[in-house]
């Protein structure tokens, strides 16, 4: 057994966001973990932290959804496969109110022909808005699959597109 100097602990704090409540995960060194809450009943269960790493998280968050911030640049890491480490990588290039389709990722990484390979990576994104996988969408422009359901991934789209071209709806 390791000593618990020698092993990262992870907590938690809670966000009420515009698009629902986010859950928060980290060590001292950097976040594991955003993704939502279904009620809060749930995140009333656990206990928060009051981690200064999980305080600047929900610090940079309340930015971004007030329009004031537009790259997080807080550390954060989520353990993968190398393939799904490299999606998440060119995922985290994808520029505030810009998108990508599944085909325009598999061409990023290399190799058209892993388009559902990079799908499946783009799915299991454990930091959801930071690590920006709502930016991907289908080739013909549609909304398709998020963790945070569809009304959520298109808010947040119309977010950022608001914020950085002035304009109302992008779907």
């Known amino acids: 057994m390791l000593p618990e100097t020698d092993i990262d602990i992870i907590t938690y704090a809670y966000y009420d966001s515009p698009v629902g409540i986010l859950k928060i995960g980290g060590t001292d060194q950097y976040i594991t973990e955003i993704s939502f809450v279904s009620s809060a009943s749930e995140s009333e269960n656990n206990q928060s932290s009051s981690s200064p790493i999980l305080h600047k998280c929900t610090e940079q968050l309340i930015e971004y959804f007030s329009g004031t911030r537009q790259v997080f640049d807080i550390p954060y890491h989520q353990a993968g496969t190398e393939f799904q480490e490299k999606v998440w990588a060119k995922l985290s290039e994808i ?6 389709s599944y085909t325009d990722l598999a061409k990023k990484l290399g190799d ?12 299991k994104n454990k930091l959801m ?8 969408i289908g080739a013909d422009r549609s909304l398709v699959g998020y963790a945070g359901g569809m009304p959520v991934k298109k808010w947040l ?14 779907f």
């Open 95 to 100: 520029n505030y109110g810009a998108t990508y």
């Open 112 to 123: 058209p022909k892993v388009i559902r390979a990079a799908a499946a990576a783009n799915g």
């Open 129 to 136: 808005i930071l690590v920006p996988c709502h930016r991907v």
């Open 157 to 170: 789209l119309q977010h950022e597109f608001r914020i950085k071209h002035g304009v109302q709806t992008l």
